[in-house]
């Protein structure tokens, strides 16, 4: 996206902002009903189903990237086998999460810095030589993939996982 389209956008996006009137109150939390749990209920049907006594998570999401691209996606695990599995094969993975440049990074090239150039502009990014580093890591563990001429992308199979993981990462 080139950078007046994207101020552009960013204007409108102040402009809805500066419409709001600070002076309605926030809508107060109300309880939780059972239809807020359409996906929970939906997993426990399946899981009764699947006679799986211990449970199971699911993940899922659907998004629009700053960039227009959408993701659907869904995954889920039965609880016995994440226990019985080797959570060390993973470590990898969270290793190459777990440093606040490769976030950032991820962050930028999914809202549509796709190039090595294009990232080395951003401040507080590092050299050249240290971004590509960090492009490596994040390729070696599959958060990231080349599209050519120098291109990164997250893969479409990693684009609602990478934003469950940071949701999960929250406080």
């Known amino acids: 996206m080139?950078?007046?389209?994207?101020?552009?956008?960013?204007?409108r996006r102040l402009a809805a902002l500066e419409q709001i009137d600070?002076?309605?109150?926030?809508?107060?939390?109300r309880p939780p009903h059972e239809s807020d749990f359409w996906a929970l209920e939906g997993l426990?049907?399946?899981?009764?189903?699947?006679?799986?006594?211990?449970?199971?998570?699911?993940?899922?999401?659907a998004i629009r990237l700053p960039t227009g691209e959408q993701y659907e996606w869904q995954d889920g695990a039965l609880t016995e086998r994440q226990m019985e599995e080797d959570w060390t094969e993973v470590a990898e993975s969270f290793a190459a999460l777990g440093h606040p440049i490769r976030l950032?990074?991820?962050?930028?090239?999914v809202g549509g810095r796709r190039t090595a150039a294009e990232l080395a502009l951003l401040e507080e990014i590092?050299?050249?030589?240290?971004?590509?580093?960090?492009?490596r890591q994040l390729t070696g563990a599959g958060w990231l993939h080349t599209a050519g001429r120098g291109r990164y992308e997250v893969p479409a199979g990693r684009?609602?996982?990478?934003?469950?993981?940071?949701?999960?990462?929250r406080p």
């Open 126 to 135: 590092g050299t050249t030589g240290q971004i590509y580093h960090h492009l």
């Open 159 to 169: 684009v609602v996982p990478l934003l469950v993981a940071l949701a999960a990462a």
């Open 44 to 61: 426990k049907a399946q899981l009764a189903e699947a006679d799986a006594p211990d449970g199971g998570v699911l993940f899922t999401g």
């Open 104 to 109: 950032r990074l991820l962050r930028e090239i």
């Open 22 to 29: 600070p002076h309605i109150d926030p809508p107060s939390p």
């Open 2 to 11: 080139e950078l007046e389209e994207r101020l552009t956008a960013l204007e």
